[in-house]
T-cell receptor, first 117, second 113 residues
Framework: NAGVTQTPKFRVLKTGQSMTLLCAQD?????MYWYRQDPGMGLRLIHYSVGEGTTAKGEVPDGYNVSRLKKQNFLLGLESAAPSQTSVYFC????????????????FGDGTRLSIL | GQQLNQSPQSMFIQEGEDVSMNCTSS?????WLWYKQDPGEGPVLLIA?????ELTSNGRLTAQFGITRKDSFLNISASIPSDVGIYFCAGPRTDTGRRALTFGSGTRLQVQP
């Protein structure tokens, strides 16, 4: 019953470093999402995927890249980290679009807390 | 855009009190969702609303889909300490063909035992 697993849970980077956040889901969901959560700003959509091999930009995509080479994995990359990317990152997945049906909602991981100095 | 405005931003109440919060938008939504985020965890869906005027309950939680389709309300009755968390409203984003959600900024609830 793993659901959505995010790794790592915490990371501190220096400005200019690169890293990849991994999201894995074991529910055979087609749709996957990456959000960032900042104080007072809710959850903002970075990128999303509607199936293996597809990706699309969300609300705040600049500075991030994503890949969905396998259906169960959605990777979020920071090529050159900036202090403005300090945030808590959440991955989510859903069976169908947006997870708007109460019996098939979006399932979230527990987040990755990223600090960039 | 499809911004969702939540109020209040935060609430500090005594255990046993009832709580009301709302979510408004300048755009029409055909679905309203309410999520709760416990400290250190990801959000979890509480209630989904699909029809204007709809009133739906989940235990002590009751949510309503506004008649104008531009707002929604969440009420919690007889609050308990485990109600602590951040409550988000959300709805499908038309700029993604409704394939993704937009979230409000959240209402942070603290309950004094």
């Amino acid at each position: 019953n793993a659901g959505v697993t995010q790794t790592p849970k915490f990371r501190v980077l220096k400005t200019g470093q690169s890293m990849t956040l991994l999201c894995a889901q074991d529910m055979n969901h087609e749709y996957m999402y990456w959000y960032r959560q900042d104080p007072g700003m809710g959850l903002r959509l970075i990128h999303y995927s509607v199936g293996e091999g597809t990706t699309a930009k969300g609300e705040v995509p600049d500075g991030y890249n994503v890949s969905r080479l396998k259906k169960q994995n959605f990777l979020l990359g920071l090529e050159s980290a900036a202090p403005s990317q300090t945030s808590v990152y959440f991955c989510a997945s859903s069976y169908d679009q947006a997870g708007v049906y109460s019996n098939q909602p979006q399932h979230f991981g527990d987040g990755t807390r990223l600090s960039i100095l | 855009g499809q911004q969702l405005n939540q109020s209040p931003q935060s609430m500090f109440i005594q255990e046993g009190e009832d709580v009301s919060m709302n979510c408004t938008s300048s755009s029409i939504f055909n679905t309203w969702l309410w999520y709760k985020q416990d400290p250190g965890e990801g959000p979890v869906l509480l209630i989904a609303l699909y029809k204007a005027g709809e009133l739906t309950s989940n235990g002590r939680l009751t949510a309503q889909f506004g008649i104008t389709r531009k707002d929604s309300f969440l009420n919690i009755s007889a609050s308990i300490p485990s109600d602590v968390g951040i409550y988000f409203c959300a709805g499908p984003r038309t700029d993604t063909g409704r394939r993704a959600l937009t979230f409000g900024s959240g209402t942070r609830l603290q309950v004094q035992p």
